[in-house]
């Protein structure tokens, strides 16, 4: 069987089976909901499109309509098949217009009143075999349903924006939900051409219950005054594989969207520590500092292209003191064999001599810490992160801390950037960035599947597919190693003394008896 066709590349092919819901009907006409109206028409429904904005329809379907006018001049679809397409795409002047629909979604403001009265007044205009489906991102599924005389019929149906190209859809029961609505609702995401994923009514679903650990770790780091916005983006793409650094995803998501997300996420789970916003955005948030499209976030725009200033220069050293590396660093053998490539003068004594850099390499602990109970002389220690191997890495971090010389950090700089590999140097942090972003989010996504929000696969799936993830965070996990991210985030708990920290059950078990964060009990 062949693989999933590219997007950008591929012809579309137009699904002839017929659809699940053979008429839908879209409740608002903003970028969310045209993307869902041209699925949908895709899939071979025929689409009803309302708006309180009569215009914002016209709008709406003009703007469907050009992207499929270049889906055939690129030759991916026929002008038959779009000549048909926008034939089933059409507008619906009032609410009583969507009266024959098999299924509504609704794609508006994200207010719990608003909804709620929407849903009111088409429970009575519809058949009541109808389904009626939320687009919400935030707000609770169950809490959207109460009041509706058959709860059983409504069920949450998330899209990611833009619609056509981001293909997961996750879909979500509340308490009343009839199981089979959301079956129904997956089969239809299918035909859709997208990835259905079930996920329980909880804050923030799959996607944006996943996403937390990314950004608000990030903040954190910043917060603590160990790296800047550009120095943490680049080890995070460098060292992780992601795709674009945490700040750089703010900027393009936006403080106006993603700031209010986390604040609803922390809330609604009561102030969990694990998911506590910062104090950096909520302030840029208020100077309208939120992102890219105002040309300025955490950094400026000039043309749609970021201002980055460039990176220290390595250091320039005229001689290079010996090395010693401490008994207890992690991937010793393996950081042994890189000073020796680099062409270190390694040292092998039970201790450093007076004049050696020493190296330490801790999961979850401090350089500080490590110096403390280790007894070494913190102005000569620097420590580097082993969680991941180096040649599968493509930058090295280095952390000094508040004691270390000048002298030892620019030497440190200047041999591991010997063989031309970025580096880049930080201050003293439990778990340097690496270690606290990829912990946190593995920590979050196994304490998901312990509250069974999801499956480990549908969990792997959403985000993966919605985030953009170089991994889903249970396989990041596995990669990098259960018990070292357990050993990460009991370290800096101690470190800390925060609960953020505190490894989930999920992790801690599988961790401890060493299975893959996947496996599921019989």
Known sequence: MPGPLHPATCTIIIRMETPEFKTVGIVGAG???????????????????????????????????????????????????????????????????????DLIVEAIVERLDVKKGLFAELEGIVQTTAVLATNTSSLSVTAIAAGLKRPQQFAGFHFFNPVPLMKVVECIAGLKTDPAVCQRLGMYARQMGHTPVQAEDTPGFIVN???????????????????????????????????????????????????????SIYRQYYDEPRY????????????????????????????????IASEPPVPQVDEMPPVWVSTRAARRAELYQLLKDLGAKIETGQSPSLNALTLVAPLGFDVTTVAVVERLDPARTIGI?????????????????????????????????????????????????????????????????????????????????????????????????PANILEVLFNMQTVYGDPRY????????????????MHEEA
């Open 385 to 481: 992160d082993m969680l991941i191997d180096d040649a599968a890495t493509k930058r090295r971090v280095l952390a000094t801390n508040p004691a270390t010389r000048a002298d030892m950090r620019d030497a440190a700089h200047a041999l591991f950037a010997r063989d031309g590999k970025p580096v880049s140097v930080v201050r003293d942090s439990g778990g340097f960035v690496t270690q606290r972003v990829v912990s946190t989010i593995v920590n979050i996504a196994a304490d998901m599947c312990q509250q069974r929000v999801c499956s480990p696969k549908d969990l792997e799936t959403a985000v993966t597919l919605g985030l953009g993830y170089p991994l889903g965070p249970l396989a990041m996990g596995d990669k990098f190693g």
């Open 209 to 263: 219950h996943a996403g937390r650990g990314y950004g608000t770790e990030a903040l954190r780091i910043v917060s603590e005054g160990v790296a800047d916005f550009a120095t943490i983006d680049r080890i995070l793409k460098d060292q992780v594989g992601f795709k674009l650094g945490p700040f750089e995803l703010m900027d393009l998501t936006a403080l106006d969207v993603s700031h209010p997300v986390m604040e």
């Open 276 to 307: 506590r916003p910062s104090v950096i955005t909520a302030q840029r948030l208020a100077g309208g500092v939120v992102g890219k499209k105002v040309g300025d976030g955490f950094y400026k725009y000039d043309g749609g292209a970021a201002q």
């Open 502 to 517: 505190r490894p989930s059950p999920w992790l801690r078990r599988r961790g401890a008896i060493g299975l893959s964060l």
């Open 31 to 101: 970028a969310m909901g045209r993307g869902i109206a041209q699925i949908a028409a895709q899939a071979g429904s025929k689409v009803l499109l309302f708006d309180t904005q009569a215009d914002a329809v016209a709008k709406a379907r003009e703007s469907v309509a050009a992207q499929w006018d270049k889906l055939v001049e690129k030759g991916r679809i026929d002008a038959a098949a779009a000549a048909a397409q926008k034939e089933r795409l059409q507008p619906a002047a009032t609410l009583a217009d969507l009266a024959p629909c």
